[in-house]
């Protein structure tokens, strides 16, 4: 069978392009091409034996002479570029008669020729370059090309076919030029000391590694500005320094990769120290007659009226949506940790809080290592149906509640609710390959809730100790929640040593200590809770749920008023607010 991309990428070196192959779900390189490719046709041949479905991409900017607009569409999850496009276009004049191609979301991709630049001049790759949805793909950049389809079979396709032409436009190419600045010589410059040198170590321990395909080249030249512009640091201390953070990297860095974006973090980082990660045009609507604009920053200053308002996703429980934070929900950019001993309902809340969530219109995404996708679906589907689970499980249900699944799982499939289980990504789960579910589920569905089943299931980075794990993983979560702006509501089961003693109002739940993590997770959570279940002797259909706030850093819950009560229905699995049992909803077995 001919495979049309290794065919399309042997021509596309013929015109000088350098290629290399993606992956179909996620559209992340499967090779390292940061260090460079061969660039033969044997190579190609060699990487299209390995991956026979991969998509064919094109490294941006003088590796293949190449400067792509990008531009982004709504369908894609994306913004509105096509409206920044047309804007522009109307303004200064269209952008077109040039190599175009058609993305699988609707948006388009403008090829040009890399432009010959003076030396004091660069254009680096950027998101939103031109505006909203419209980026800029250049050097350390790549573009997937056709004749690419993506594992949902949605193609990349040409549409204009024209020789790719020279930046037709001077406002274009105003607009995504940056000029360097002088790199005065290092012995002009005041070296760090060894104070600087251990508050920027410091500060990368408290730094989310870089993952490719997740925006890690980015990331990383971020890391080098701070530790060129804000800690002046000499190459052999930078080098010294980010040595442990560098380890955490998926892939890490050579040391001729770092120093590179070291020294390019030099020449082009802009304003001053302590603003080194700024970039002045994005903000200069935002700092008119600012007496802070000197410095290169935007003051927000302090009327609480200038902040966004904090989201809160609704669990549909109405005990935990008023007494969690008091405000309708979980928090964005937060950690809520749900802890407990085995089969005391942890997941069974977790999961009832996300489906909930996602049948009110919101984002969702469980991250399942434990169990399946379909077992988790299958849950869902109970506990919305109040079909006991082992009834699905066996298929014995009557004629009746056949007709009630179907109308469950119709109803189920329209929520943007997505399960994913160890079929989503390679080997054993880690805090890396955590963050880049979460990071392509928030690109491509605009996740804003996340669970994650269980915390115990992330496996620890190759040479770290169980303290080391802990740690990382519990810093990892709470940057997870901060970076992609979600709710992240954790499962944790308790260590085996925990004191299983069931809790009192006086005696109170286990402390985070005894849970797994516990010795940094339930400081970098804002609410945590322990769970309790309590079956009715007489009523086997029904039992209790305790919640044991055993944090709530948003809350005004008092002390003395820490335990959240809910109904639980084994059989389905489902979990509601308490009932009155005297009147209350009753669901057959």
């Given at each position: 069978m001919t495979n049309n991309a290794l065919e399309a990428a042997i021509k596309y070196l013929s015109l000088g392009w350098r290629c290399i192959p993606i992956n179909p779900e996620d559209k992340s390189a499967l090779v390292k091409w940061k260090t460079g490719t061969k660039g033969t046709v044997d190579q190609l041949k060699e990487w299209w034996t390995q991956w026979p479905n991969a998509m064919v991409a094109v490294l941006t900017g003088p590796a293949s002479g190449l400067l792509v607009v990008d531009v982004d569409t709504v369908e894609g999850g994306h913004q509105d570029g096509m409206a920044t496009l047309r804007a522009l276009q109307a303004q200064y004049g269209p952008l077109n008669g040039t190599l175009e191609a058609r993305t699988p979301s609707g948006g388009i991709h403008l090829y040009y020729a890399w432009p010959d630049l003076e030396e004091s001049v660069t254009i680096p790759t950027k998101a939103n370059a031109l505006g909203p949805g419209v980026d800029i793909k250049?050097?350390?950049?790549?573009?997937?090309?056709?004749?690419?389809?993506?594992?949902?079979?949605?193609?990349?396709?040409?549409?204009?076919?024209?020789?790719?032409?020279?930046?037709?436009?001077?406002?274009?190419?105003?607009?995504?030029?940056?000029?360097?600045?002088?790199?005065?010589?290092?012995s002009s410059k005041a070296e760090a000391t060894f104070e600087d040198v251990a508050r920027f170590v410091e500060e990368l321990t408290r730094t989310p590694p870089a993952i490719e395909g997740s925006g890690g080249d980015t990331h990383t030249f971020q890391t080098c500005c701070r530790a060129a512009v804000d800690y002046k640091l000499t190459r052999e201390q930078f080098l010294t320094a980010i040595a442990d953070w560098n380890k955490r990297c998926s892939p890490p860095w050579t040391e001729d990769e770092l120093l590179q974006k070291f020294e390019n973090a030099k020449k082009y980082a802009t304003g001053q120290p302590g603003a080194a990660l700024v970039d002045r045009h994005d903000v200069d609507?935002?700092?008119?007659?600012?007496?802070?604009?000197?410095f290169g920053i935007a003051a927000i200053g302090n009327n609480p009226a200038t902040f966004a308002p904090v989201e809160h996703i609704p669990t549909g429980i109405e005990a935990i949506d008023d007494r969690i934070n008091g405000l309708g929900g979980l928090r964005s950019k937060s950690v809520t940790l749900i802890?407990?001993?085995?089969?005391?309902?942890?997941?069974?809340?977790?999961?009832?809080?996300?489906?909930?969530?996602?049948?009110?219109?919101?984002?969702?995404?469980?991250?399942?290592?434990?169990?399946?996708?379909?077992?988790?679906?299958?849950?869902?589907?109970?506990?919305?149906?109040?079909?006991?689970?082992?009834?699905?499980?066996?298929?014995?249900?009557?004629?009746?509640?056949?007709?009630?699944?179907?109308?469950?799982?119709?109803?189920?499939?329209?929520?943007?609710?997505?399960?994913?289980?160890?079929?989503?990504?390679?080997?054993?789960?880690?805090?890396?390959?955590?963050?880049?579910?979460?990071?392509k589920g928030v690109e491509a569905y605009g996740w804003k809730l996340v669970v994650l089943d269980y915390l115990g299931l992330l496996a620890p980075v190759s040479g770290e100790n169980s303290f080391e794990t802990d740690l990382e993983n519990s810093t990892a979560i709470k940057y997870l929640a901060r970076d992609f702006d979600i709710a992240l509501l954790v499962v944790s089961a308790m260590r085996k040593s925990a004191n299983f003693a069931k809790p009192t109002k006086s005696k109170g739940a286990p402390s985070l200590d005894e849970v797994t993590g516990a010795a940094r997770i339930g400081y970098d959570a804002a609410n945590a809770f322990y769970i309790q279940s309590n079956l009715d002797k007489h009523r086997p259909d029904r039992g209790l749920l305790e919640l044991w706030c055993q944090k709530s850093r948003y809350s005004g819950l008092a002390k003395t008023d820490k335990v959240i009560t809910l109904t639980w229905h084994p059989y389905s699995g489902a979990v509601t607010d308490k009932l009155n049992y005297a009147h209350g909803d009753d669901y057959a077995a």
């Amino acid at each position: 069978m001919t495979n049309n991309a290794l065919e399309a990428a042997i021509k596309y070196l013929s015109l000088g392009w350098r290629c290399i192959p993606i992956n179909p779900e996620d559209k992340s390189a499967l090779v390292k091409w940061k260090t460079g490719t061969k660039g033969t046709v044997d190579q190609l041949k060699e990487w299209w034996t390995q991956w026979p479905n991969a998509m064919v991409a094109v490294l941006t900017g003088p590796a293949s002479g190449l400067l792509v607009v990008d531009v982004d569409t709504v369908e894609g999850g994306h913004q509105d570029g096509m409206a920044t496009l047309r804007a522009l276009q109307a303004q200064y004049g269209p952008l077109n008669g040039t190599l175009e191609a058609r993305t699988p979301s609707g948006g388009i991709h403008l090829y040009y020729a890399w432009p010959d630049l003076e030396e004091s001049v660069t254009i680096p790759t950027k998101a939103n370059a031109l505006g909203p949805g419209v980026d800029i793909k250049s050097r350390g950049g790549y573009v997937i090309l056709p004749p690419s389809i993506r594992a949902d079979g949605k193609p990349y396709e040409w549409v204009d076919e024209s020789e790719v032409v020279e930046i037709p436009n001077d406002w274009l190419v105003e607009r995504i030029t940056k000029r360097i600045r002088d790199n005065p010589p290092e012995s002009s410059k005041a070296e760090a000391t060894f104070e600087d040198v251990a508050r920027f170590v410091e500060e990368l321990t408290r730094t989310p590694p870089a993952i490719e395909g997740s925006g890690g080249d980015t990331h990383t030249f971020q890391t080098c500005c701070r530790a060129a512009v804000d800690y002046k640091l000499t190459r052999e201390q930078f080098l010294t320094a980010i040595a442990d953070w560098n380890k955490r990297c998926s892939p890490p860095w050579t040391e001729d990769e770092l120093l590179q974006k070291f020294e390019n973090a030099k020449k082009y980082a802009t304003g001053q120290p302590g603003a080194a990660l700024v970039d002045r045009h994005d903000v200069d609507e935002q700092i008119n007659n600012d007496p802070f604009a000197q410095f290169g920053i935007a003051a927000i200053g302090n009327n609480p009226a200038t902040f966004a308002p904090v989201e809160h996703i609704p669990t549909g429980i109405e005990a935990i949506d008023d007494r969690i934070n008091g405000l309708g929900g979980l928090r964005s950019k937060s950690v809520t940790l749900i802890c407990g001993k085995p089969g005391e309902g942890k997941s069974t809340v977790a999961v009832q809080i996300a489906a909930n969530a996602a049948a009110e219109g919101c984002p969702v995404g469980i991250i399942s290592a434990e169990l399946d996708s379909t077992d988790v679906f299958r849950l869902v589907a109970a506990q919305h149906s109040r079909i006991p689970r082992w009834k699905l499980e066996t298929n014995k249900v009557t004629n009746s509640e056949a007709g009630d699944y179907r109308r469950t799982k119709e109803a189920i499939d329209g929520w943007p609710l997505h399960i994913l289980d160890s079929n989503a990504w390679i080997g054993a789960l880690d805090r890396n390959k955590l963050r880049s579910v979460v990071a392509k589920g928030v690109e491509a569905y605009g996740w804003k809730l996340v669970v994650l089943d269980y915390l115990g299931l992330l496996a620890p980075v190759s040479g770290e100790n169980s303290f080391e794990t802990d740690l990382e993983n519990s810093t990892a979560i709470k940057y997870l929640a901060r970076d992609f702006d979600i709710a992240l509501l954790v499962v944790s089961a308790m260590r085996k040593s925990a004191n299983f003693a069931k809790p009192t109002k006086s005696k109170g739940a286990p402390s985070l200590d005894e849970v797994t993590g516990a010795a940094r997770i339930g400081y970098d959570a804002a609410n945590a809770f322990y769970i309790q279940s309590n079956l009715d002797k007489h009523r086997p259909d029904r039992g209790l749920l305790e919640l044991w706030c055993q944090k709530s850093r948003y809350s005004g819950l008092a002390k003395t008023d820490k335990v959240i009560t809910l109904t639980w229905h084994p059989y389905s699995g489902a979990v509601t607010d308490k009932l009155n049992y005297a009147h209350g909803d009753d669901y057959a077995a």
